[in-house]
């Protein structure tokens, strides 16, 4: 068997200076680094902070100068709006300096924040790549999201310009960007110059003559723009996470350790090579879409596709396998949810025999923990490894994962693999003392973080000391709970407030979730701790059937926990499970298990800004009343 994991993930702890530098030697620097790690400042590290470079030059022109311009970068596949696009590297480079020029135009200078709040069409990557192009900082908000948390987010970064679109589709409706985007301006304390509106075809917004652009009115007088000189420790973006509580969390991304970690993954962890096709179906709102749907696919050098549609609805649940087929994609990445709902639309995969996927060779999944159910669903499937993997808006690459580059490993159903190079990880309980294997407790990383990592947070450097660093001073808290067992292999159970307490049993969520995802008539689940006067606290668990099943729900109920007693054991204490229709989500595929436990016990909560459809939550609310666990 190959050692070759061993050696370059011992060389990544031991010797990591060496093990980035050369990474870093795989870039493009205008002025290479010689000073790798600075460590002067803990928790702040500093790597290749004497490096000047560019994250537009590294993702276009450095192809199209090495003779590749002719090789599709971007395909956009809308099956919401039945259109198609491609793009060669040299198309994209031309309309990426074009409108870097636009936003020089609109006075937009290195450094300047650029909101991004658009669909998932190819302008949003060219605003991306433009602002990177120039050195503005881009803080791509998920289109479409509420007005008041686009305010914060205007108001935290002091946004210069934003750049929207008339429009956002999602199946049966048209969800209008520009009276969002107005209200939120309006609750900003904050204004930003000038709105930049790409107006789709089908559909035109009114626009403000004194505040308002049109994106082809801004190309009028607009020239070409170079490439600015960036130094590695500039920031090429800020990426919101929301919190539980208070404002949501700018996460920084700084230029240098982005573009040499990210591309070293492509490699290394995903067995790209150049001449692939590859396919997030992510959101560019969120960090799988920023480091997988942008940024990776490009500095590699290889095909990403843009996908502005859903696993199923748009038309059904074969489109996944459709642009798979038609795109001859190798690897696809997304998240299990994706999965779930294709399995449950989908159960025997009937869709799936119309399309010819011999180009196929891999899954991954990431997002939330994949269930060895689906996983097992989706390797009969497609016969192809279905390979869970963990990592966090934070971290924006993976922190655990099967090194298909380096090294494959067998499957563990519900395991996230191997520490990926770069990432110390252990297992602490809550004094922080490190624990032997198969123990759960918190999972920590020891410092410094790899490259591409967050440095800090924007403009809030003792909130990301506060937050992240000081539980376990000299690792990164990741705030999820799991253990790591004897092979090395790491289990991700659930996020550490989903943690249970049985009568003094600590249990994960996602140990009971896993074992009802099991039943043969359970498309998705999701189990959370209620409070109980007796036990501290109780799990309920709540079903989402597949679709066309008869069994009979209180018969599908009891055996669900017959299942957890024989499997997890009446330690458990699992005795009540639901039926509901759907399961409330971000609108990255998260269930929104936190809430749904506020609701149980009858607490005050707040509409989670990323949700998916708000109207779920009155629906599980009376699910439970129905059900007798939530007393009014």
Same mark, same amino acid.
């Given at each position: 068997? &190959?050692?070759?994991?061993?050696?370059?993930?011992?060389?990544?702890?031991?010797?990591?200076?060496?093990?980035?530098?050369?990474?870093?030697?795989?870039?493009?620097?205008?002025?290479?680094?010689?000073?790798?790690?600075?460590?002067?400042?803990?928790?702040?590290?500093?790597?290749?902070?004497?490096?000047?470079?560019?994250?537009?030059?590294?993702?276009?022109?450095?192809?199209?100068?090495?003779?590749?311009?002719?090789?599709?970068?971007?395909?956009?596949?809308?099956?919401?709006?039945?259109?198609?696009?491609?793009?060669?590297?040299?198309?994209?480079?031309?309309?990426?300096?074009?409108?870097?020029?636009?936003?020089?135009?609109?006075?937009?200078?290195?450094?300047?924040?650029?909101?991004?709040?658009?669909?998932?069409?190819?302008?949003?990557?060219?605003?991306?790549?433009?602002?990177?192009?120039?050195?503005?900082?881009?803080?791509?908000?998920?289109?479409?999201?509420?007005?008041?948390?686009?305010?914060?987010?205007? +108001?935290?970064?002091?946004?210069?310009?934003?750049?929207?679109?008339?429009?956002?589709?999602?199946?049966?409706?048209?969800?209008?960007?520009?009276?969002?985007?107005?209200?939120?301006?309006?609750?900003?304390?904050?204004?930003?110059?000038?709105?930049?509106?790409?107006?789709?075809?089908?559909?035109?917004?009114?626009? +403000?003559?004194?505040?308002?652009?049109?994106?082809?009115?801004?190309?009028?007088?607009?020239?070409?723009?170079?490439?600015?000189?960036?130094?590695?420790?500039?920031?090429?973006?800020?990426?919101?996470?929301?919190?539980?509580?208070?404002?949501?969390?700018?996460?920084?991304?700084?230029?240098?350790?982005?573009?040499?970690?990210?591309?070293?993954?492509?490699?290394?962890?995903?067995?790209?090579?150049?001449?692939?096709?590859?396919?997030?179906?992510?959101?560019?709102?969120?960090?799988?879409?920023?480091?997988?749907?942008?940024?990776?696919?490009?500095?590699?050098?290889?095909?990403?596709?843009?996908?502005?549609?859903?696993?199923?609805?748009?038309?059904?649940?074969?489109?996944?396998?459709?642009?798979?087929?038609?795109?001859?994609?190798?690897?696809?990445?997304?998240?299990?949810?994706?999965?779930?709902?294709?399995?449950?639309?989908?159960?025997?995969?009937?869709?799936?025999?119309?399309?010819?996927? &011999?180009?196929?060779?891999?899954? $991954?999944?990431?997002?939330?923990?994949? +269930?060895?159910?689906?996983?097992?669903?989706?390797?009969?499937?497609?016969?192809?490894?279905?390979?869970?993997?963990?990592?966090?808006?934070?971290? &924006?690459?993976?922190?655990?994962?099967?090194?298909?580059?380096?090294?494959?490993?067998?499957?563990?159903?519900?395991?996230?693999?191997?520490?990926?190079?770069?990432?110390?990880?252990?297992?602490?309980?809550?004094?922080?003392?490190?624990?032997?294997?198969?123990?759960?407790?918190?999972?920590?990383?020891?410092?410094?973080?790899?490259?591409?990592?967050?440095?800090?947070?924007?403009?809030?450097?003792?909130?990301?000391?506060?937050?992240?660093?000081?539980?376990?001073?000299?690792?990164?808290?990741?705030?999820?709970?799991?253990?790591?067992?004897?092979?090395?292999?790491?289990?991700?159970?659930?996020?550490?407030?989903?943690?249970?307490?049985?009568?003094?049993?600590?249990?994960?969520?996602?140990?009971?979730?896993?074992?009802?995802?099991?039943?043969?008539?359970?498309?998705?689940?999701?189990?959370?701790?209620?409070?109980?006067?007796?036990?501290?606290?109780?799990?309920?668990?709540?079903?989402?059937?597949?679709?066309?099943?008869?069994?009979?729900?209180?018969?599908?109920? &009891?055996?669900?926990?017959?299942?957890?007693?024989?499997?997890?054991?009446?330690?458990?204490? $699992?005795?009540?499970?639901?039926?509901?229709?759907?399961?409330?989500?971000?609108?990255?595929?998260?269930?929104?298990?936190?809430?749904?436990?506020?609701?149980?016990?009858?607490?005050?909560?707040?509409?989670?800004?990323?949700?998916?459809?708000?109207?779920?939550?009155?629906?599980?609310?009376?699910?439970?009343?129905?059900?007798?666990?939530?007393?009014?």
């Amino acid at each position: 068997m &190959s050692n070759n994991y061993k050696k370059i993930y011992d060389q990544s702890i031991q010797k990591k200076e060496d093990f980035w530098k050369k990474a870093a030697d795989d870039i493009f620097w205008y002025q290479k680094p010689t000073k790798i790690l600075n460590s002067k400042n803990p928790p702040f590290y500093k790597w290749f902070e004497d490096g000047v470079t560019n994250t537009c030059y590294n993702a276009l022109d450095i192809h199209v100068e090495n003779g590749r311009g002719d090789k599709t970068a971007l395909i956009w596949d809308s099956p919401i709006t039945n259109s198609k696009e491609k793009f060669t590297y040299s198309q994209l480079k031309e309309k990426v300096a074009l409108f870097a020029g636009a936003l020089k135009n609109q006075n937009v200078k290195k450094g300047d924040r650029v909101i991004i709040y658009m669909p998932m069409i190819p302008e949003a990557v060219i605003a991306m790549l433009a602002c990177a192009r120039i050195g503005a900082i881009h803080s791509v908000v998920f289109g479409g999201f509420a007005s008041n948390e686009l305010a914060n987010r205007i +108001d935290d970064s002091k946004a210069k310009i934003i750049i929207s679109a008339s429009c956002g589709y999602e199946p049966g409706r048209t969800i209008e960007y520009k009276p969002l985007l107005n209200k939120a301006i309006e609750l900003a304390k904050h204004k930003p110059d000038r709105c930049i509106i790409f107006q789709r075809k089908n559909f035109k917004a009114q626009l +403000d003559a004194q505040k308002d652009i049109a994106w082809d009115e801004a190309l009028k007088n607009a020239k070409p723009a170079e490439c600015e000189k960036m130094k590695a420790n500039e920031y090429a973006y800020i990426l919101y996470t929301s919190g539980t509580t208070g404002l949501p969390k700018g996460i920084v991304r700084d230029i240098g350790g982005h573009i040499v970690a990210i591309k070293w993954t492509m490699k290394n962890v995903y067995n790209i090579q150049p001449n692939d096709v590859w396919w997030s179906a992510s959101d560019i709102g969120w960090i799988v879409g920023h480091s997988y749907i942008v940024y990776g696919p490009l500095f590699y050098g290889c095909t990403t596709i843009m996908f502005e549609g859903k696993p199923v609805g748009t038309p059904d649940a074969g489109v996944f396998w459709r642009v798979v087929s038609e795109h001859k994609v190798k690897s696809l990445f997304t998240a299990p949810t994706a999965i779930r709902a294709i399995k449950k639309e989908d159960p025997n995969g009937e869709f799936f025999k119309k399309y010819d996927l &011999s180009n196929f060779k891999c899954l $991954f999944l990431a997002g939330e923990r994949a +269930d060895p159910d689906t996983i097992k669903w989706a390797e009969e499937l497609l016969k192809v490894p279905v390979l869970d993997h963990w990592w966090q808006t934070e971290t &924006s690459w993976a922190i655990s994962g099967n090194c298909t580059g380096i090294e494959s490993f067998p499957v563990k159903y519900g395991s996230a693999f191997k520490p990926v190079p770069g990432y110390d990880l252990k297992i602490l309980n809550s004094e922080g003392k490190e624990l032997a294997p198969g123990k759960m407790g918190d999972i920590v990383v020891k410092l410094p973080l790899p490259p591409g990592t967050f440095p800090t947070l924007w403009n809030a450097d003792e909130r990301y000391k506060s937050n992240y660093m000081s539980n376990y001073p000299g690792y990164y808290q990741t705030y999820d709970a799991g253990h790591i067992d004897e092979d090395g292999y790491v289990w991700i159970m659930s996020r550490t407030d989903d943690i249970i307490n049985v009568a003094g049993h600590r249990l994960s969520t996602g140990s009971i979730e896993e074992v009802l995802a099991e039943h043969k008539d359970v498309a998705e689940c999701a189990v959370i701790g209620i409070a109980d006067k007796l036990k501290g606290q109780i799990p309920i668990g709540l079903l989402a059937l597949k679709a066309g099943v008869t069994t009979d729900k209180n018969q599908i109920i &009891s055996e669900c926990v017959k299942m957890v007693r024989d499997k997890v054991g009446p330690v458990a204490a $699992f005795k009540t499970a639901i039926v509901v229709t759907r399961l409330p989500k971000t609108r990255s595929g998260k269930v929104l298990r936190g809430t749904v436990r506020k609701i149980a016990d009858n607490e005050t909560y707040k509409m989670p800004a990323t949700i998916d459809d708000p109207t779920i939550l009155d629906e599980i609310k009376k699910d439970l009343i129905d059900n007798n666990i939530l007393k009014l």
